[in-house]
């Protein structure tokens, strides 16, 4: 292997462990979807064009594409701090469980939050240690922000060169837009893979919600919004489906106990086989087996926490694309 192809791989190393270890995964998946997008939507556009009208059009397309980004989770920003968003779900879970703490065991009742922040502190000790403070406002949340949009900055910029001519690239570059290229394929399937594993979440949460109980005359507060919150965590690997069948069941429990157990036992034959079903589709996207993906899930979950463990299926499938072009599996 040459040696600036060796250079290549050490420096995609480092990066990897600095995005991990700095939380910059946020801004590194927004960069990406960035320039996945504006790939896509380019490569779509007619062939005939002069020069001057492709750079344009190119310019346009990575605006469009950062805008809507930018817009979309700006909206969800303002959704969750809204009275209707997430806040108003947090206090309706938390009036549930202070009308079960009436009817639990005292040992039992003692574990259940009793504010919104007790709850909150929970979820996060659910889904992680290393997850960082959930909050709706504040410097942190800023911070997050403010990363991700730069991330996006660089995903349409680094698009935009992408299509630039050059006549003689060096060898140290070219191995370097290679890993890019690859990266952007890995990262490309595994999102593909992980919208249609949220979408089918969401589709049977949904005809549960708002179609079987209203039939039988139960309606579950703030049902939609459930929905919507079980779409939106399902982009996290396992663990997102956690959550959303955690507060689904509270929230049945609150109707009646009978509702809380039908909602327990439908989620349970729903989503008892998420895990696997998601290593086994984003297996196919990327040509990985069940066991490597959940051996990874749980390798990276292990070192890097709940960080790791949403990157981990897009770094195997990236390794896995880097072993495959060297032609060693």
């Known amino acids: 292997m040459p040696g600036y192809t060796t250079v290549s791989y050490l420096l995609a190393v480092i990066a990897v462990l600095v995005v991990l270890r700095f939380h910059l995964l946020p801004a590194t998946f927004a960069g990406l979807a960035v320039y996945v997008l504006t790939l896509k939507l380019v490569r779509k556009l007619p062939k005939n064009m ?3 009208a492709h750079k344009f059009a190119l310019a346009v397309v990575a605006v469009c594409v950062i805008t809507g980004l930018t817009w979309a989770c700006a909206a969800v920003w303002s959704f969750i701090g809204s009275s209707h968003g997430m806040a108003a779900l947090l ?6 469980l202070g009308t079960l703490r009436g009817t639990l065991p005292e040992q039992v009742a003692e574990l259940l939050p009793t504010t919104i922040e007790d709850l909150r502190q929970q ?10 403070k959930i909050s709706v406002v504040g410097m942190e949340g800023l911070k997050v922000f403010a990363h991700i949009l730069l991330g996006m900055v660089v995903g349409g910029m680094a698009a935009v060169h992408h299509f630039r001519e050059h006549d003689v690239v060096p060898p140290f570059v070219a191995a370097l837009r290679c890993r890019l290229r690859i990266l952007a394929t890995a990262f490309d399937k595994v999102v593909f893979a992980q919208v249609k594993i949220s979408g089918l979440n969401a589709v049977l949460t949904a005809v549960y919600l708002l179609g079987i109980l209203p039939a039988l005359g139960i309606h579950l507060p703030m049902a939609g919004l459930l929905v919507l919150l079980t779409f939106a965590v399902g982009m996290l690997p396992v663990v997102g489906n956690l959550v ?3 507060v689904i069941v509270v929230i049945s429990l609150g109707v009646s106990p009978l509702v809380g157990a039908a909602s327990l036992l439908f989620l349970v034959l729903i989503h008892k086989a998420e895990y696997f079903m998601n290593a086994r589709i984003v297996g196919h996207e990327v040509q990985a087996t069940a066991w490597e993906l959940l051996a990874a899930m749980l390798l990276m979950e292990a070192v890097f926490g709940i960080v790791g463990l949403v990157a981990a299926p897009v770094v195997y499938a990236w390794l896995k694309a880097e072993v495959r072009e060297q032609r060693m599996i």
Not at 123 to 132: A, D, F, K, P, Y
């Open 50 to 52: 002069n020069r001057f």
């Open 244 to 246: 959303s069948n955690t």
């Open 91 to 96: 206090a309706t879970v938390v009036d549930t």
């Open 123 to 132: 979820l996060i000790e659910m889904v992680g240690t290393h997850m960082q």
